[in-house]
């Protein structure tokens, strides 16, 4: 756990979340949308991995030109949504697309869009898009657990995996 946590100020702020938040959330959860993003980079492809005892392992991995790829979904109680994959690092501009073009669309009056306080997720452009679809941005307290990330590393892991296992 980051050393922040301890900070009297984040602490107050995760206990209001745990105590006033999260009650209300419960009673109507099908309302709520996790969203997160996660990005592979080619350069994270495996350098090591197994062969029979003798042969060496042969597989081909990219040189030189790296790539990244961010991967955005909100997720729902019950499903996935609006997962959108982008060439690059995620920016404002790209986030601000991503509300307009995918995640707006699949919202409902009175949903309420819940994800992590990283700069790009501050846009008065994307919160003016939900708030035209009667929905609204939430942010975590500073330094809490994901609560989309543990879908996304499952997710990662089966892009990084080997073709042959796949």
Known sequence: MAAECARTDVRDERRVWHTHR???MREQ???LVFLDETYVNTKMTRLRGRSRRGQRLRMRAPFGHWKTHTFLAGLRCNELCAPWIIDGPITRL????????QLA???RKGDVVILDNLAV?????????????GAWFLFLPAYSPDLIE?????LKGSWLA???SA
């Open 105 to 107: 669309p699949t919202l």
């Open 150 to 154: 543990p879908v996304l590393i499952v």
């Open 29 to 31: 959860p099908h309302r």
């Open 22 to 24: 999260q009650p209300r």
């Open 94 to 101: 790209a986030f601000e697309a991503y509300i307009e073009t």
């Open 121 to 133: 997720h501050k846009s008065e452009k994307a919160a003016q898009c939900l708030r035209e679809r």
């Open 162 to 164: 080997p073709a042959s």
